[in-house]
Nanobody, 124 residues
Framework: QVQLLESGGGLVQSGGSLRLSCAGSGGIFSSYAVGWFRQAPGKEREFVAGVSWNGDRTSYADFVKGRFTISRDNAKNLVSLEMNNLEAEDTAVYYC?????????????????WGQGTQVTVSS
């Protein structure tokens, strides 16, 4: 059974940085796209960033471009999200998800497996 485990969340001041990690196990990880999504209280889950199966294509939401970087290491079944210059509006639970296909997508329904999430809180 595919399992995804996020780590690296926490409390940081505005302008600070965090690095989130998503470790995959229990199935084939390297053949599928992986995405990061987030959900703030009272809001819908939204796409943050995604990476294709081999890492050659990435996609970012407009609100994070230039601040966040997604990368993957298929040898370790690991996908990371480096987040810099964090803002209070970035406060949310961040989820990683394994795609149904190898190409990266921004659509939630294109992801079939989800982690439990990690809380990111940015104080202003």
């Amino acid at each position: 059974q595919v399992q995804l485990l996020e780590s690296g969340g926490g409390l940081v001041q505005s302008g600070g940085s965090l690095r989130l990690s998503c470790a995959g196990s229990g199935g084939i990880f390297s053949s599928y796209a992986v995405g990061w999504f987030r959900q703030a209280p009272g809001k819908e889950r939204e796409f943050v960033a995604g990476v294709s199966w081999n890492g050659d294509r990435t996609s970012y939401a407009d609100f994070v471009k230039g601040r966040f970087t997604i990368s993957r290491d298929n040898a370790k079944n690991l996908v990371s999200l480096e987040m810099n210059n964090l803002e209070a509006e970035d406060t949310a639970v961040y989820y990683c998800a394994r795609g149904r296909y190898g190409s990266v997508s921004r659509i939630t329904a294109q992801y079939g497996y989800w982690g439990q999430g990690t809380q990111v809180t940015v104080s202003s």
